[in-house]
């Protein structure tokens, strides 16, 4: 590559580091990538942190020490994060999306792949510091979300099925009691898809009673991994008991009536808990 | 948003960009964000220009006039593409990855987010300027190359699945047969999850002898909808024929033998494709 001044530098750094968040980059990488001396790359990366944390994109973490070096950690500021879960409330509430028996038709939220990757950085905001192996979802719906999130935080992400498909080599399956119909249904996850002991955050679109990740903690039982967290797009309102107790949402439904075409919504606890990790 | 010298805009600019694909951002919109004069924020643009070019991030497109501005059109360069290309045919050739049948295990390639966005900027490259409306794909390890593919374009994904859920609203489906087991399935696609007459690209993990991207293609029809392409991640070797002819392949089986645990790859022919558009 040839020599930059600090204006292409600039470019060059911002897309780089956008590119590999979580990951440890030396200064002598961005120093040989741009045949720059160290202490041009310090004074460099010093103007991409301001604008960084001061614009709310995340943290650049800096390392000190011979093995030293720099680290790109996405999250979001309080004000962004806030709008984003007030536009997400706002768009559940469309009535148009209410189908027949009091569901809502969420595609059209789940597939835009740029919003899934703003939400995706909610969690990861919140989750950054919480040494996640991977995140795992169940067929089909979370998958968007789970990407995205994985994404952010450069882990890989883990599908469970509902089905047993022979491209996925031995499986480990349990059964679990869907929460909200009391039926028992079957749930498996290729062996080769998550390592031992790793730290998992579950992830889905939609949590009801809790049934669904109550079966994915049983599973990563089966894999003696930690489930460091659970994440959700949209609780559903009035659930008598739930299975699971710490979970973060987004949105959370608090009256969804077919007959008066009414979906209203609050926001999650994300925003508490966002504000919680920031010391805010 | 507190004023910034040019060091600071680059930054920001950069950051914004990646953030908004295919948009077209006006040089008002940036002014005001810097608050800065528009001739500064040419000069800016002009620099982050000639960066994402050199380095093959994408092409910056400026549009003038009262209603003009600049757009980020992310591609990659033959360099970059040949090398991704490679590694991924390399990583096929693991034979840990063979399962019994001859099928091959590929979800630590499609379970990991980093490369799928990496796979996803060579396929969004060679259908930039074919004005894609909607990226289809069906249930479930087309999805990861789905969305990333929408991402960079900036389009929505539309999910095709194999069942039928009350979530989904009204359906379309259709009858297609598998084209290497010769069954007859059935797929089917939400009503409201597609535009009629949109543009589409549809995109798979693998194919085989095609049934599965006929039957989408013979889906689309039931929405008006164009075929503007078909991207596959994998080809298998030695099909008698196949049912769709126009397709692109990152990767192409070459010899698949579960006795003598060898799998054999060659390149797809996505490179002459991506060296097509370049106009190299």
């Given at each position: 590559m040839k020599k930059l001044k600090r204006s292409g530098r600039l470019v060059d750094m911002t897309y780089y580091l956008l590119q590999h968040p979580h990951q440890l980059v030396s200064l002598s990488y961005f120093s040989e990538r741009y045949q720059s001396a160290k202490s041009s790359i310090s004074e460099d990366l010093t103007i991409v942190k301001e604008i960084f944390e001061s614009q709310g994109f995340g943290s650049l973490l800096t390392i000190a020490g011979a093995s030293g070096g720099v680290k790109y950690v996405p999250t979001v500021n309080m004000e962004e994060g806030t709008e984003l879960v007030h536009s997400l409330c706002e768009k559940l509430e469309?009535?148009?999306r209410l189908l027949p028996g009091?569901?809502?038709?969420m595609m059209d939220i789940l597939g835009k792949p740029q919003l899934m990757n703003e939400i995706g950085r909610l969690f990861a905001a919140v989750y950054?510091?919480?040494?996640?192996?991977a995140v795992m979802t169940v067929a089909m719906k979370g998958i968007p979300l789970a990407y995205a999130i994985g994404s952010y935080l450069d882990v890989p992400v883990s599908i469970v099925r509902r089905d047993h498909r022979v491209t996925e080599g031995s499986m480990v399956s349990i059964n679990y009691v869907s929460?909200?119909?009391k039926r028992i249904q079957t749930m498996s996850l290729a062996r080769r898809s998550l390592k031992e002991g790793a730290n998992v955050l579950i992830v889905d679109d939609f949590m009801k009673a809790g049934g669904t990740a109550r079966g994915m903690m049983d599973l990563l039982a089966e894999f003696n991994a930690n489930v460091v967290g659970i994440g959700v797009l949209v609780e559903a309102e009035?659930?008598?008991?739930?299975?699971?107790?710490d979970y973060i949402s987004i949105a959370r439904l608090e009256k969804v009536n077919e007959k008066e075409k009414q979906v209203q919504t609050v926001p999650g606890n994300f925003l508490d808990k966002l504000k919680e990790v920031k010391g805010e």
């Open positions: 469309d009535k148009e009091g569901y809502l038709y950054a510091n919480q040494h996640i192996d929460g909200s119909a009035d659930v008598e008991e739930r299975l699971v107790d």
